[in-house]
């Protein structure tokens, strides 16, 4: 039941847009979304319940599709702090706190 | 407000022994939920802990086993070393309040290697 995330790994210049999927095979309760730079760890971007509430940052944008299972991702006007490896976290059955991970999304911005 | 902490950083054990490490979460949570992340993969769920007891686990045996103290800090233990037991090891706290959200901090980890 993990999460599969697409794509695998993106490449953008620097103020290029990326959209980043999260599908499961699953009923899905909340998507959370983590940004993790090589050797730290992951840190919180958005969470997004399904019923359509969600929370984040503010530059960070997000959707969930409760009929596909899936959830997108909007990097707008990307920036190379921006970089690093995307996971999505998947919750089933209620705010549980038990993520299931997807595969990730190695991201790289260059200038 | 002080941030999800972890000890030690980097670890370094041989097959067969026992290791302990430690969490203390964020000021005002009250859960604890550990992950092993391997090299180059997403973390994967061990288990979870609220008021001191455990509340799920995720498919890792029994010689994973964790406590959780009155203050919300917690350990995770493992015995009997493995080869595959070399991993991040991250803990991640969050406030279960009866709300919605329930957003999770993660700690820095801890870089365990078995040789």
């Known amino acids: 039941q993990q999460p599969v995330q697409s794509p695998q790994a993106v490449i953008l210049r620097e103020g290029e847009d990326a959209v980043i999927n999260c599908s499961s095979s699953k009923a899905l309760y909340s998507v959370h979304w983590y940004r993790q730079k090589h050797g730290e760890a992951p840190v919180f971007l958005m969470i997004?319940?399904?019923?359509?509430e969600q929370k984040g940052h503010e530059k960070i944008s997000a959707s969930f599709n409760e009929k596909k299972q899936q959830s997108s991702l909007y990097l707008t006007a990307s920036q190379l702090s921006y970089s690093g490896t995307y996971f999505c976290g998947t919750e089933y059955g209620g705010a549980t706190n038990k993520l299931i991970f997807g595969t990730g999304t190695l991201l790289a911005v260059q200038p | 407000e002080t941030g999800v902490t972890q000890s030690p950083t980097h670890l370094i054990k041989t097959r067969g022994q026992q290791v302990t490490l430690r969490c203390s979460s964020q000021?005002?949570?009250?859960?604890v939920s550990w992950y092993q992340q391997a090299l180059g993969q997403g973390p994967q769920f061990i288990f979870q802990y609220y008021r001191e007891e455990e509340n799920g686990r995720g498919n890792f045996p029994p010689r994973f086993s964790g406590l959780q103290f009155p203050n919300y800090s917690s350990e995770l233990n493992v015995n009997a070393l493995e080869l595959d037991d070399s991993a991040l090891y991250l803990c991640?706290?969050?406030?279960?309040?009866?709300?919605?959200?329930?957003?999770?901090?993660f700690g820095p980890g801890t870089r365990l290697t078995v040789l």
């Open positions: 000021s005002g949570h009250n859960t």
């Open positions: 997004l319940l399904k019923g359509g």
């Open positions: 991640a706290s969050s406030r279960r309040s009866g709300g919605l959200y329930n957003e999770q901090f």
